[in-house]
């Protein structure tokens, strides 16, 4: 958008974001990402990159859990029933809440001797069991559990939550893609590429 009068000239692209910054704080966000793109002339320094569960599995350990903080909207489940049908997983959810902490104990113990991954959804509901999930993460010795188990956890942002399983684990934020090419690149990211060689004509298919 052109500024008013000669200001657009008088003013360079760090100038119009401070009076920005005092006019309409909530256009600053935007109006940053434009001065990276016309400075760098790129939209890659903007652009988020996919989110690609797949990757951050192959490069963790079974001892370590997945730690997905939420934001509003955005649901992980799906994404990771995905990438177990891909991985030939069986999925064990259980959404925390009162007097839920002994079945999940019990889940977990299974999990880690027949090779399942179990899903503990809404950990920040569970804030007086957190201390018995940490030590039971402690306890995990790979050597011990069948190596196809993994644990993994949502919770929403909780001071509560114990900073151990935080250092321990791999902390993923899932958010809604914005926009169609996010939305495309997550969709084409979810393919199984075995599915498209399996069909009988392949080429047409593609």
């Given at each position: 958008?052109?500024?008013?009068g000669?200001?657009?000239?008088k003013?360079?692209s760090i100038?119009r974001?401070?009076?920005l ?20 002339k ?6 988020p990159?996919?989110?690609n569960l797949a990757?951050v599995f ?10 997905f ?5 955005a649901?992980?489940i799906?994404?990771?029933?995905k ?5 030939g997983a069986?999925?064990?959810?259980l959404s ?7 079945i ?17 959804q809404?950990?920040h509901?569970?804030v007086?069991?957190?201390s018995?999930l940490?030590q ?11 190596l ?15 900073v151990?399983i935080?250092q321990?684990?791999?902390?993923l934020?899932?958010?809604p893609?914005k926009?169609?090419?996010?939305n495309?690149?997550r969709s084409?990211?979810?393919?199984d ?9 392949p080429?047409?298919?593609?």
């Open positions: 958008v052109k500024w008013p000669e200001w657009t000239e003013l360079n100038q974001l401070c009076v910054r005092l006019l309409r704080p909530d256009k600053v966000v935007h109006a940053m990402q434009n001065l990276i793109i016309e400075e760098m790129d939209k890659f320094y903007v652009e990159p996919a989110f990757k192959d490069a963790s350990r079974l001892e370590q859990p997945f730690i903080i939420l934001s509003p909207g649901d992980p799906q994404e990771v029933n990438l177990a049908e891909m991985r069986k999925v064990i959810p925390l809440g009162q007097g839920q902490g002994k999940a104990e019990n889940a977990i113990r299974q999990a880690m001797k027949e090779g399942n991954w179990v899903l503990l809404n950990c509901l569970a007086s069991w957190l018995t940490e039971l993460i402690e306890e995990i010795n790979p050597n011990e559990c069948d196809g188990f993994r644990m993994w956890l949502t919770s929403m942002p909780s001071s509560a939550f114990p151990s935080l321990n684990g791999v902390k934020t899932f958010e893609p926009g169609l090419k996010p495309l690149l084409y990211l979810g393919f590429v075995k599915k498209f060689e399996e069909v009988p004509r080429s047409e298919y593609k």
